[in-house]
């Protein structure tokens, strides 16, 4: 299938990429943003037009469709997110496409002193004479995970225009909001009705994910004592310094992401706003286990009451909740979609490439509520940034995989 579905991938990414659907994590709404539903009613548009069947916005922001069975085999899902992180500008992408890499650094109409380099990203290197598409400088792409939505659909163009390609039901979905963990409505699973599901949200050629963090997110409050600063002797307490003492009782040099890798976990401290009166800190924890996991929010909670105690003028909450956990422990039981994705990148002359997320995906979430979903490659690269790139090469690769699940799928018992 060499170079088959390559420029469609391109054309699909940089029409996707231009459009603004960047979630937003403070926002009580579903979807968070009203921005995402120009995606979701694209998606809706162009499905309709290939005529996949029950195509359909439910009405917690999720495109549902169906390509129907023409032959026995199990009903296989597959998702993408059309939300952008919220990290960094998502505003204005220009995505470009850079034609026949020359293997050299690669410069941003936009901002001219960023430079995207193979010294500095060595894979870039493995991809010269590849289409390379990035970003103009000031955004970041958005293949992530724009880039899962291209290959999703050219693979369901390629399939309801090519029926004599053996496949069971296939069920597609593509929702909001996985870059704020809200990704996986409580319905979804229901709605989606397939028995095992797969994410194309991952990186590199090969990669075949059924390990992620789990992951809380904790939320301080700490209240001080307002007092106008020229009286303020005895009687003031600072909200910012007691929030300043939380966040430097952390162990900095051994659980934080700049210091750990691997199978590490760390405390991650995102947000500090407020004054002097009140002052709100949110922090991530991560952890491969669930244990691990539960220490730090006993670190985080210690740590609170510690300093609490020592102004007791003041008043300091810590509130943590749960936003997903590792998929190992489910799939260790049902590995059925890992055997079949593994022997499906084999046959593509493939190595699979297995190792822990140091992230989530909504497969997380997704195989917790009982429809196994592990994580397939995309080839996105230096995601949430302005060095964000693709090659539609690896794209159309990922296209390629999701085929040859579909029809390995009715010929073998995995």
Not at 220 to 244: Q, R, Y
Request: charged share 25%; net charge negative; hydrophobic share 35%.
């Amino acid at each position: 299938m060499i170079n088959q579905f390559e420029k469609e991938l391109g054309d699909r990414l940089l029409r996707y990429a231009a459009i603004d659907s960047q979630s937003e994590e403070e926002s009580a709404t579903i979807p968070s943003t009203n921005s995402q539903y120009d995606m979701l009613r694209l998606l809706e548009k162009e499905l309709k037009d290939m005529n996949a069947h029950n195509v359909q916005i439910t009405n917690y922001g999720v495109v549902l469709a169906t390509i129907p069975a023409n032959t026995k085999g199990p009903t296989i899902g597959f998702l993408a997110h059309v939300d952008t992180a919220p990290q960094f500008n998502a505003k204005g992408v220009k995505p470009r496409i850079i034609r026949g890499y020359n293997g050299g650094d690669i410069t941003f109409p936009d901002d001219p002193s960023l430079i995207l380099s193979p010294k500095d990203f060595p894979h870039l290197a493995e991809k010269q004479g590849h289409n390379i598409i990035t970003a103009s400088g000031k955004t970041l792409l958005g293949a992530d995970d724009k880039a899962g939505i291209a290959i999703i659909m050219t693979a369901a163009q390629h399939l309801l225009g090519n029926p004599d390609i053996s496949h069971g039901e296939i069920r597609l979905a593509f929702n909001p909001d996985e870059e704020i963990a809200k990704g996986v409505h409580k319905n979804l699973p229901k709605d989606l009705a397939a028995e095992f599901a797969y994410t194309f949200d991952g990186g590199k050629v090969g990669e075949l994910d059924a390990e992620t963090f789990s992951a809380d997110l904790a939320e301080v409050t700490i209240k001080g004592v307002s007092i106008h600063p020229g009286e303020a002797k005895g009687e003031m307490v600072n909200a910012i310094h007691l929030a300043s003492r939380i966040i430097n009782n952390l162990p900095q040099t051994t659980l934080t992401p700049e210091v750990t890798d691997g199978r590490d976990g760390f405390i991650h401290a995102t947000d500090m706003v407020g004054g002097s009166s009140e002052m709100k800190l949110k922090l991530i924890l991560r952890d491969f286990e669930l244990q691990g996991l539960k220490d730090k929010g006993h670190l985080l909670s210690k740590i609170c009451e510690a300093v609490q105690s020592s102004e007791p003028r003041s008043e300091i909450s810590c509130h943590i909740r749960p936003q997903y956990r590792n998929m190992r422990y489910w799939l260790d039981k049902n590995p059925k979609p890992i055997k079949l994705a593994e022997k499906a990148i084999k046959e593509l002359g493939i190595e699979p490439i297995k190792k822990p997320i140091r992230g989530g995906t909504d497969g997380s979430l997704l195989t917790e509520m009982g429809v196994p979903t592990p994580n397939l490659f995309t080839g996105m690269q230096n995601v949430h940034g302005p060095l964000e790139w693709i090659s539609t090469t690896d794209m159309e690769v990922a296209t390629d995989l999701l085929l040859n699940i579909v029809n390995l799928a009715t010929k073998i018992e995995t």
